[in-house]
């Protein structure tokens, strides 16, 4: 009995799949055409270098690799800001929910793996049934004894698989992988921001601190030349005038030293949202922000970026999941065959239930079908999914342009703010010069008290723009170390991208 079930099954199928292969052919014409958004390949070229001010004081001549391949830690030698980063790295609100994104990701592959291997399940049955006694069925129990409330028993096992000729489930789970490939360096594009902005927000918190400690001397030192001119006024060498316009430039400072405190406290907090925690001060020696910069960064050569940024491997990524998405919506035309076979125990008598080869029950079936009419929703979703590939290569080529204007504009940045901190760093010096000067010429009586006043207050502004220049000149260091695609790397083996790839 069982071999000719499997020869009346094998036969069956042979038959269905010759029909398959008609069938394959009339839909392999019968897929829409795309000549109205037809595909095209992406375009990876990249220059092949960063232009003429690829090379400027502050960065080293392109290397074969870059910068951006080193780990943050080797980047960033202040220690306080190594424990800033790490304890973001750990306890970051924003990272962690996309961690629970990769594990989401991770998952969809599974369930799409499961979709092209065979499922199979085991039931129990139970139930009774009463046919109208006016019927054939009825008539039929009637005269052959059969019980009015028959019984039904039974157990077994089914399982049924699609079988994927077109590889329509294979590709499905491909483009799941690739775009849990594309969550991982979404996460990792996200540490590489994280790290930037907490060292960003760390240089200016330092800076910050330099401004108001010199504010804060320069207060001293304006405080110092008002109780002069009062006691100039009192000798009659100087008018109420220059004692209130004094007294003005010190009160204008003390206020402005309020707004610096405001700054450092919106920052210091920050900071702390980011590393995940309440309010709280933030650890620092602010005396290191006069230290030389770090070395210069290898800028390497721009075709770099695709293997160093995380952005980049996403929307490559992306692209290959929606590459296959269209494989698995054109796959939706052709036909699809699957295969069914259930084998079990069934008897009206649960007594008899076990009892073989007469309560033994099997069935197996092939079955074959295609969309043949109404097959609008199919189209739309095949002409979706091209846009869809579509739109991703733009996306890929935007992420490269922007990318590689990225690292062009800060290599210009970087060399052009070293020029201006140079000039600046004179300016303050020439000022502090000047401040003995009108300080002895107005107490010679060869000065008025406005060009005290003026070169102070210039001297002051100088100081303050030299240290904002030189927290532009961090920033910009670590902007180029973040468009290099440096960050997200680490040395200890738990970093999942590094894990999964170079």
């Known amino acids: 009995m069982l071999s000719r079930l499997v020869h009346w099954t094998t036969t069956r199928v042979l038959t269905r799949v010759g029909a398959l292969l008609c069938a394959s052919c009339f839909a392999l014409g019968c897929v829409p055409s795309l000549e109205k958004n037809p595909p095209r390949e992406v375009v990876r070229d990249l220059p092949s270098s960063y232009g003429p001010s690829a090379t400027p004081a502050g960065t080293s001549p392109p290397q074969t690799e870059s910068s951006g391949r080193d780990e943050w830690r080797t980047v960033f030698v202040d220690p306080d800001l190594h424990v800033l980063i790490e304890t973001a790295l750990a306890n970051n609100q924003e990272l962690n929910i996309q961690l629970q994104d990769l594990i989401i990701a991770k998952n969809e592959i599974r369930w799409r793996r499961g979709e092209y291997f065979p499922k199979v399940e085991a039931g129990i049955d139970a139930g009774i049934e009463k046919v109208g006694e006016y019927t054939s069925q009825g008539v039929s129990d009637e005269r052959h004894d059969v019980d009015e409330h028959l019984q039904d028993y039974a157990f077994g096992l089914m399982a049924s698989w699609e079988v994927d ?233 935007r992420a490269m342009l922007r990318a590689f204007t990225e690292v062009a504009n800060l290599v210009a940045t970087i060399d052009n703010l070293e020029k201006s901190y140079d000039l600046q760093a004179r300016q303050v010096r020439v000022l502090e010069d000047s401040i003995d000067v009108s300080s002895i010429l107005f107490q010679s009586a060869r000065a008025d008290y406005m060009e005290v006043l003026l070169t102070r207050r210039d001297a002051l502004d100088a100081e303050m723009e030299l240290i904002e220049t030189r927290r532009r000149q961090l920033g910009a260091m670590v902007d180029m170390y973040q468009a290099l695609g440096g960050g997200w790397r680490r040395q200890s083996a738990g970093a999942p991208r590094e894990a999964g790839r170079g």
């Open 165 to 397: 000729v077109w590889k329509r489930l294979r590709n499905a789970t491909e483009a799941a992988s690739h775009r849990y490939l594309s969550s991982i360096e979404g996460r990792n594009f996200m540490v590489t921001q994280l790290t930037a902005e907490i060292a960003n927000s760390y240089y200016e918190l330092l800076a910050l601190d330099n401004q108001i400690e010199v504010l804060r001397r320069n207060i001293d030192i304006q405080q110092d030349a008002l109780q002069v001119v009062k006691y100039q006024q009192e000798a009659a060498q100087v008018t109420r005038l220059a004692v209130q316009r004094f007294e003005a430039e010190v009160l204008k400072n003390q206020s402005r030293q309020f707004e610096l405190e405001q700054k450092r406290i919106e920052t210091e907090n920050r900071i702390n949202f980011l590393v995940g925690r309440f309010p709280q001060p933030v650890a620092r020696r602010p005396q290191k922000f006069a230290e030389p910069l770090p070395a210069a960064f290898r800028t390497g050569i721009p075709p770099e970026l695709l293997d160093n940024r995380p952005d980049l491997r996403q929307a490559e990524e992306e692209l290959a999941a929606a590459e296959l998405d269209v494989q698995v919506a054109k796959a939706e035309f052709y036909p699809r065959l699957s295969i069914a076979a259930g084998v079990g125990f069934e008897a009206f008598d649960v007594k008899r239930l076990v009892m073989a080869p007469e309560s033994l029950a099997y069935n197996a079936a092939a079955n074959l079908a295609m969309p043949i009419i109404n097959r609008e929703a199919i189209k739309a979703e095949y002409l979706s999914a091209n846009a869809e590939q579509i739109r991703a290569i733009l996306n890929y080529e």
